[in-house]
């Protein structure tokens, strides 16, 4: 039973643009929601965050969607740059449960340049 | 400020070998602290959380183990090792926030 799930594998994106990366959830105890960025054999890295009191979060190119009526958040990263490309994961958490991440399967983002 | 050490950062052991990987953690006390693993092409899996010494739960079950003998030590063992437990481990932790910071990973092959 997959709670978090990112649908597409892949995005290849061209420099400038805007890169959209979507992942849902079927948990509705979940109540906060991050973004990490892993390059090949090192640890994922902590891109931006939400908590499900808002709907959205911005931190320079990058911002965060959550749709909690369609347990559905996005990453919005504009203007993409040719060291976006890694593979992205989304996460969830619920704070009753110990805080503990549930991750999506992972999106490879190709910027070209 | 704080920092995750996790080694060795690859590993290639034979089927039915032990196995013992080690996290530490500094500059934060009283962590919470998890191993997750990551299988080829997949996402990340937890296999165990600590909330403090001596306190370890296990998400899934599998022929792994994970001891916390101090604060900021977090150990993940094997007696035998499979074919099926090589992939990508990685150590984490938390504080009060629900961010976790990941350590570099251990890349483990069993041969």
């Known amino acids: 039973d997959q709670q978090v799930k990112q649908n597409s594998p892949s995005l290849s994106v061209q420099e400038g643009r805007i890169s959209i990366l979507n992942c849902d959830y079927t948990?509705?105890?979940?109540?906060?929601f991050l973004w990490y960025k892993k390059y090949p054999a090192e640890g994922p890295t902590f891109l931006i965050s939400?908590?499900?009191?808002?709907d959205k979060n911005e931190d320079g190119r990058f911002t965060v969607f959550l749709n909690k009526s369609a347990k559905h958040l996005s990453l919005h990263i504009v203007p993409s740059q040719p060291g976006d490309s890694a593979v992205y994961f989304c996460a969830a958490s619920e704070k009753a449960a110990g805080n503990k991440l549930t991750f999506g399967g992972g999106t490879r983002v190709l910027v070209k340049p | 400020s704080q920092t995750i050490h996790q080694w060795p950062a690859t590993l290639v052991q034979p089927v039915g070998s032990p196995l013992s990987l080690e996290c530490t953690v500094e500059g934060t006390s009283n962590p919470n602290l998890y191993w997750y693993r990551q299988a080829a092409g997949r996402g990340l899996q937890l296999l165990f959380y600590s909330v403090g010494i001596g306190q370890i739960s296990s998400e899934v079950p599998q022929n792994l183990s994970a001891s916390r003998p101090q604060d900021r030590q977090f150990i993940l063992s094997s007696k035998k090792l499979l074919l099926s437990d090589s992939g990508f481990y990685l150590c984490?932790?938390?504080?009060?926030?629900?961010?976790?910071?990941f350590g570099q990973g251990t890349r483990l092959t069993v041969v």
């Open positions: 984490a932790w938390s504080g009060w926030g629900s961010e976790a910071f």
């Open positions: 939400i908590s499900s009191i808002k």
């Open positions: 948990n509705s105890m979940f109540d906060y």
